[in-house]
Nanobody, 121 residues
């Protein structure tokens, strides 16, 4: 099992920026990690996909709602994935989670505890 720990959430004004971090630890996963993703869940709403990054080649994919404003990056040496969030809007307010998917699997097997992002208008 891989342990994931998010950090970097907080309160920010609309139009501002935040950078979330997700540090992975636990059993060796360098050769088995396939993809890491960010999800979010706002109060009263279902969890939704935000962005993902391939562990091997760094290719990325974004939800339409954040495309052009958010960037997902990784630092393999630190086993850490980042979510850079710019031009934040009130509708970005949510608990943000990172998740890991291993090679050969179809589901995310490991999740972080989440970090709260609140955007004030």
């Amino acid at each position: 099992q891989v342990q994931l720990a998010e950090s970097g959430g907080g309160l920010v004004q609309a139009g501002g920026s935040l950078r979330l971090s997700c540090a992975a630890s636990g059993r060796p996963f360098t050769d088995t990690m396939y993809r890491m993703s960010w999800f979010r869940q706002a109060p009263g709403k279902a969890r939704e996909f935000v962005a993902r990054i391939s562990w091997s080649d760094g290719s990325t994919y974004y939800a339409d709602s954040v495309k052009g404003r958010f960037s997902v990056l990784k630092d393999n040496a630190k086993n850490t994935v980042y979510l850079q969030m710019n031009s934040l809007k009130s509708e970005d307010t949510a608990v943000y989670y990172c998740a890991a998917r291993m090679a050969g699997t179809s589901e995310y097997s490991d999740w972080g505890q989440g970090t709260q992002v609140t955007v004030s208008s």
